[in-house]
Every structure is written in structure tokens, then in C-alpha cells.
């Protein structure tokens, strides 16, 4: 989704803008603009494409000044294009706006500006930000942008600058994510933090409507109503680096092989090897809260929503607690039975997408619990949920998530403990032996990652291909479906998953010897039934390609290539199967010479609807 930057200061702003840009790309982009305050006057520059076009366009005209704001779109309203692209202005040019989110009520305030004689020069939701600023300025950028705010209904993390006030960066947000970094003679904002790392490690995280007032020496934030608000400053421990690319060629494949360290930091603390105690600091909830829930849900959407699906069947297996787990964009239309007795866990990553957070704020309203498992501290996810569950997988950058998917499993299966022991579903001995496998499971991923050339051969043999299937049973069928979404997000291969056992009730069909099939057969008390189902796809001529634990040669003996991990519990094989699934799609993604990084449509943070 949209990237933000902003900022004022002693230094120059283009660089820092363009810099805190292409930290930003990772978020998906269509076209980027900056504006800068040069000798008093408003400059934009802004085209379609990537940063490098803006670059150009900068080398041509330079833009020295010491406030700016820049942007990253990724289109919504209207096709990518220059005249789109952020920032927009006013008719006089005398003041920009960048804006991420959607203005749901654009086409009555458009009509409305219309008949007072503004004219429009792009498709964009944004353009009737810039006008309607023009129509409620008076002299006064602050008063504004709280008039405007009053009359646009949506999402929005909204940076003004005004050349008739250019000691000041306005900035504001709703629903869209929006940072407050502050330096010593300078102060930035930013749509995340790794935009302005390199600047400060002082951070204000933003609530809903509350409007910042940047200048160079200070920041100031107020409610619409004009009442000053305190803010804690987060220090931001980790560094610039672990938000870089460290030597390899892409943020997805380091991403990858940085599994083996996030698993570990999620479960560090929490399970200990000598410790029968599950220790959950920012989680609150007692025996005598858990006797009365009588279901979860776990709302969540794509990748973090598989992990979802993982999290229903062990929580259900352990804790003995029914568990239903739906699509975040499903789940808030669907009138839900929910209420006090009900806990809802969301998954999120970013903690900042639109769907899980409304999803969240529903289950609020109807008085549920709310537990948010989430990667980033800070984020909306974790101020609004009343327990938080943090992923310590660190900056994922990649759009196609990997590392915050297994760090995820482990939240599911420390959750699922949690609740077993508090309810006394389950014995210590019990508890012992899950904890000691958990804690393996870093070193097997580890020598999962050292196995490559199996996968490398597959993804040389089959990058060609237009449709793959994968198959599962059980718990290897919600690893298929995350499978299958990685290669097809990154590779553009059309990708189907299907719980093994439903092939022959229709997609069957559809196998041939044009078709791989990716086979999981980890799970032991299925073993046979799966052997069967890939012989079935065989005698249809598909290649098969097979992940299983080892020992189980006869998987071996009716594929074309088997891929064998390391022995682990059945619950616990989704955090082994899913890497060589992941390596896989990487391979096939490069061998297509795709931009695995950042693929063609998506978003890393789907901050609307
Ligand atoms: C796929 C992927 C997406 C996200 C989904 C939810 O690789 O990354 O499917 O998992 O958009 O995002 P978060 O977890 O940030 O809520």
C-alpha cells in the first residue's frame, strides 16, 4: 500500500525523503512524487513507475529545500499514471498533500467542490484532500486540516505542507498507519519506521485523529478539539541492518534463512528447557477467564491466515477449546456469534491491515477478547486488542511472507500450550515432551536450509509450467494452501492446494502430465491414504514431487523426487514442511527471472479494504 514520508529540518529534505521512499517499496508501489518548499515556493516532482524515474526526474531539476513530503502509490482510484501520483496540490500550488487510504465519501465532496468552481485534474480520492484544504484555509494550516478532517469519511495517514506556512508539516491519521520520528533539529514522519531508521530511533506511535504539528526544533500533537496529547517515545532497539538486504541477492531469501534465529526469539523466554512454566508477559488472561470462553476465532487474512488454520486444529487438539478460524473480509460481514464468551485472536504481521483490524474492532464492540499475535511493536493491532502475543521475527520486508508465517505456527502452538495447561487438558509429562521438540525445531530448520540442490533441481525442471498442484492431509493441507500462495504470489504460476482426499471428487480432472504435483505426507497416521493419493495423480501422469519425514522411504519409493525432514511430532511438522516450500518458490521465481521481492499487484500492508 501507499508509502509516506515527511520532513523538516536542518538538513535537506529531498535525499531524506527519497531515502525514507525506497525503504517504503517494499509496501507495493505504482508511482511516486515528492514536494518540496524551495525558496518559498511549493516544487513537485512526481511520474509513474519506480523510484528511479523520480530520480531522473530530480537529476534534471533539483529540489534543495528544508521541508518536503513524499510518497509511494499504489493505486486505488485511477490508473497509475504521473497526473495521479502524490503529492497533489491546490489550484494556486500553494500547498501539497500525500495520502495514504481511502476517502470513501470522494465523489459527494468532488461534486460539492465542483459546484464551487475547483477543477480536478486527476482520478484520485486524495485531489479533494488538496482542494478541500484550499476551500477551509483561512490563513491558518492547522485549522484546515481539522475542518477537512470533520467532512472526508475512510482511511487516511494525511502530511501537508503549505509554502504560506513552510515552518510547519502537518500530518494526521485514521485506519492507515502513520509514525512520528523526532531528531535534534529535525523531525520526520513516515508510514513505517524503517523509512527514517537512519535518522532516529525516537518514535511516536499515532492514534486515530490526532493531529501532529512538525517544525524543526519540536512536535506537537493535539486532539481535533485542540486538547495537547502526551505520548510515550518508543526507542526502537533494532537496527537499520536487519532492515537491509545483508548480502543476499533478495529480502525474501534472507528472510528465509533467518527462520532458524526468529523462531528461536518468538519461543526465547516464554518456554524455557528447564522450566515447566509457559511465561506470556503482555498476556493476562487467568483460569478463571478461560473457563468462560466457550469458542475462539481466529480472524486473520492470507498467509496469517493459514497460520490460522494451523492455530484451530492444535488449540482444538490440545486445549481441547473449539476453534473457528475465518477470513478477515468474510468475517465482519458475516453478522458473527460473538460476544463476551468469546475470545478472537487476530494474526497479523503488520498488526496494520484493514480487514483484521476491523475484524478486531467488531469483536470490541461485542465485548470478546481480544488477543493480537503481531509482528510489530506498536502497531494498531496491539494498542487495540486488550492481550498481545509478539512475533520476534523482526523487520519482514519481502511481500511474500515467510519468516513472520513460522514465527506465527510458533505463537499457535505456544497459545495452544498455554490454554491446555491453564484448563488442565494437559499433563505435564505431556507439555515436557511438545516443549523439547519445540525447542529442536530452530536446528531442524536450519539443516532444511542446508538441503537446497533437491528443490534447486525441481525448480530448473519445472519453472516452465503455468499450473501446479499441491496436496495434503490434515494439517499437511493448510501447509499446501501456504504452499501454493507463496509460488503463485512470487512466480505468477497459477497454483491450486487441495486436502488430498477431495481430488477425486472433481479437481482430478484436471492432472495430467503438464501438472507437478507438490505432495506433503508428514503426517504418519495418514501415511497410507496419502501414498494413495499420490499414486492416484501418478497413474495420471503427473510428475510428483514429495516432503515427508525421514524413514518414510515408501513415500519415496512412488514419487519422482522426495524431499525427506527431520523427524518431529506430527502437530509441530507445518514449521519444517513450510521452508523447503518456501525455498522452492523462490527458486521457480527467479528461474522466471520474476521481481520476487516486490510482485507484480500486491502490497506488504493492505491498510484498505
Ligand atoms: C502473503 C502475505 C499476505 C499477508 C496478508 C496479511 O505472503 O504476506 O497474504 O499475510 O496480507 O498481512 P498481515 O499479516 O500483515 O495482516
Request: net charge negative; aromatic share 6%; proline share 3%.
Amino acid at each position: 500500500m501507499c508509502g509516506i514520508v515527511g520532513y523538516i529540518g536542518k538538513n535537506e529534505a529531498t535525499p531524506i525523503l527519497m531515502e525514507g521512499l525506497e525503504k517504503l517499496e517494499y509496501r507495493g508501489y505504482d508511482s511516486a512524487g515528492v514536494a518540496v518548499i524551495v525558496d518559498d515556493k511549493i516544487k513537485i516532482k512526481k511520474c509513474k513507475g519506480r523510484l528511479k524515474n523520480l530520480e531522473k526526474k530530480l537529476e534534471k531539476e533539483k529540489l534543495p529545500g528544508n521541508i518536503g513530503i513524499g510518497h509511494t502509490r499504489w493505486a486505488t482510484h485511477g490508473e497509475p499514471s504521473d497526473t495521479n501520483s502524490h503529492p497533489h496540490f491546490n489550484k494556486s500550488g500553494t500547498l501539497a498533500v500525500v495520502h495514504n487510504g481511502i476517502i470513501e465519501n470522494y465523489i459527494y465532496i468532488k461534486e460539492w467542490l465542483e459546484s464551487l468552481g475547483y477543477e480536478f485534474q486527476s482520478d484520485t480520492d486524495t485531489e479533494v484532500i488538496a482542494h478541500l484544504l484550499d476551500y477551509n484555509y483561512d490563513g491558518d494550516l492547522i485549522e484546515a486540516v481539522s475542518k477537512s478532517i470533520d467532512k472526508i469519511e475512510g482511511s487516511y495517514a494525511l502530511g501537508v505542507i503549505s509554502e504560506i506556512e513552510p515552518d510547519k508539516l502537518v500530518a494526521i491519521r485514521k485506519d492507515s498507519p502513520l509514525i512520528v520520528g523526532l531528531g535534534e533539529g529535525e523531525n520526520f514522519i513516515a508510514s513505517d519506521i524503517p523509512a527514517i531508521l537512519n535518522h532516529t530511533r525516537k518514535i511516536y506511535m499515532l492514534e486515530d485523529r490526532e493531529l501532529v504539528i512538525l517544525s524543526k526544533d519540536g512536535v506537537e500533537i493535539k486532539t481535533l478539539e485542540g486538547m495537547p496529547v502526551e505520548k510515550e517515545v518508543y526507542n526502537i532497539t533494532w537496527d537499520a541492518e536487519s532492515a537491509e538486504k545483508g548480502g543476499y541477492e533478495h529480502f525474501m531469501i534472507k528472510e528465509i534463512y533467518e527462520q532458524p534465529k526468529a523462531i528461536r526469539d518468538t519461543m526465547n523466554s516464554r518456554i524455557m528447557k528447564d522450566s515447566d512454566d509457559i511465561v506470556i508477559d503482555d498476556i493476562n488472561l487467568t483460569a478463571e477467564d478461560l473457563k468462560n470462553i466457550n469458542r475462539v476465532f481466529i480472524v486473520a487474512c492470507g498467509t496469517a491466515y493459514h497460520a490460522g488454520m494451523v492455530g484451530k486444529y492444535v488449540i482444538e487438539k490440545l486445549a481441547r477449546i473449539p476453534v473457528e478460524v475465518d477470513i478477515a473480509s468474510e468475517f465482519r460481514y458475516r453478522n458473527p456469534l460473538i460476544d463476551e464468551n468469546t475470545l478472537l485472536i487476530i494474526i497479523s504481521q503488520s498488526g496494520e491491515t484493514a480487514d483484521t483490524l476491523s475484524a478486531l474492532r467488531l469483536a470490541k464492540k461485542k465485548n470478546c477478547r481480544v488477543i493480537a499475535v503481531t509482528n510489530v511493536v506498536g502497531s494498531s493491532a496491539s494498542r487495540e486488542a486488550d492481550d498481545v502475543l509478539y512475533t520476534w521475527a523482526g523487520p519482514e520486508i519481502a511481500v511474500a511472507s515467510t519468516k513472520a508465517y513460522t514465527t506465527q505456527l510458533i505463537s499457535m502452538y505456544i497459545l495452544a500450550l498455554y490454554f491446555a495447561r491453564l484448563n488442565g487438558e494437559m499433563e505435564v509429562e505431556e507439555y515436557r515432551l511438545i516443549r523439547d521438540e519445540m525447542l529442536e525445531l530452530p536446528d531442524k530448520v536450519n539443516k532444511l536450509l542446508e538441503d537446497k540442490e533437491e528443490l534447486q533441481k525441481f525448480a530448473n525442471n519445472n519453472f516452465g509450467h503455468m499450473d501446479m498442484f499441491y496436496i495434503g492431509r490434515g494439517l499437511d493441507g493448510a501447509v499446501s494452501l501456504e504452499g501454493a500462495l507463496k509460488l503463485k504470489e512470487i512466480s505468477y504460476i497459477h497454483a491450486e492446494a487441495y486436502a488430498a482426499g477431495e481430488l477425486k471428487h472433481g479437481p482430478i480432472a484436471l492432472i495430467d502430465e503438464d501438472i507437478p504435483v507438490i505432495a506433503l505426507a508428514t503426517q504418519n497416521e495418514l501415511l497410507d491414504k496419502m501414498i494413495s493419493n499420490i499414486k492416484e495423480v501418478v497413474t495420471r501422469g503427473a510428475k510428483v514431487i514429495s516432503f515427508t519425514l525421514e524413514g518414510n522411504t515408501d513415500v519415496g519409493k512412488v514419487s519422482d523426487q522426495v524431499i525427506y525432514m527431520p523427524k518431529t511430532i506430527s502437530i509441530l511438522t507445518p514449521v519444517l514442511s513450510v521452508i523447503p516450500l518456501q525455498l522452492l518458490s523462490y527458486y521457480v521465481a527467479v528461474h522466471r527471472g520474476c521481481d520476487v521481492d516486490k510482485p507484480k499487484n500486491l502490497a506488504k500492508s493492505v491498510t484498505v479494504e
